[in-house]
């Protein structure tokens, strides 16, 4: 049977994942494209369902691992695509249960409600060797996150934090990254194992957290720049930190 009508009963249950209530209600989500789908099954994430209009190869892996297979139309696929130009096929898949903390190097993102910059840090983080945790911010399960991690949350998925206590319960070091008056990064390599703080643009990690973390780290940039992208800066300072050691 093929969906044709954006108007389907079925179709419209997909198209309300993108709504973070939505998701965390169901315990769904959207994979989209080709790359974000074979992620989930090298992940061991089977999509429950996927959509698609010409099938292909990551669709016919779906299909042999029990995935259902939906045949739609394109308007059905742009419909429940969350990008300008949608990726055939779309999957929805069932979000894991939430993990806890690990003892090891990991980078704390507070309050970061950016999706870009959210899945950016996921995924330099997966890179380099470093758990993530997340303080608020942007659901590390919403579509836009999931494609700017390149699908390392569905493998690395990010840690939920509710209370900064929770860190030092892990028996992790905190500290904070601050615009200036803190040291170098590489001076920081003893602080094993750390809880890196990386704060939203507009407000950096607040002073009360600040205040409670053991030490501040600053990135040296030119005096014509004001700050870096979140990302970006968490991305250098877990090099500068040293990030591989601990995952070897």
């Known amino acids: 049977m093929r969906i044709s009508s954006t108007a389907n009963a079925q179709i419209k249950a997909v198209r309300r994942l ?3 209530r939505e998701r ?3 315990r769904r989500t959207l994979v989209e494209g080709p790359n974000l789908v074979t992620a989930s099954l090298e992940a061991g994430i089977v999509p429950v369902d996927v959509y698609t209009v010409e099938g292909g ?4 892996r779906c299909e042999a691992a029990g995935s259902t297979i939906v045949e739609v139309s394109g308007p059905v696929l742009e419909a429940i695509s969350t990008t300008v130009e949608p990726q055939d096929p779309v999957g929805v898949i069932a979000i894991p249960e939430p993990v806890g903390l690990e003892t090891r190097q990991t980078l704390v993102a507070v309050e970061i409600s ?3 910059n959210v899945g950016t840090l996921i995924r330099s983080a997966g890179a380099l060797g470093w758990q993530i945790a997340l303080i608020g911010g942007a659901d590390p399960w919403s579509p ?3 494609r700017a991690s390149a699908g390392v949350q569905l493998s690395h998925p990010a840690v939920a934090v509710t209370a900064f206590e929770q860190l030092l319960a892990a028996g992790l070091r905190p500290v904070a990254a601050t615009v200036s008056g803190g040291r170098d990064p590489g001076s920081l390599r003893e602080y094993q194992p750390i809880a890196l703080l990386i704060g939203n643009e507009s407000h950096g990690v607040p002073a009360a957290m600040v205040e409670k973390c053991e030490t501040s780290l600053t990135i040296s940039i030119a005096q014509n720049v004001e700050s870096l ?3 970006v800066a968490g991305a ?3 090099f500068s930190l040293g990030a591989r050691q601990e995952s070897e």
């Open 229 to 231: 992208n979140a990302a």
């Open 236 to 238: 250098i300072a877990m």
């Open 18 to 20: 993108v709504r973070r």
């Open 24 to 26: 965390h209600h169901t």
């Open 144 to 146: 836009k996150v999931l």
């Open 57 to 60: 190869a990551s669709v016919a």
């Open 114 to 116: 950016d999706p870009g």
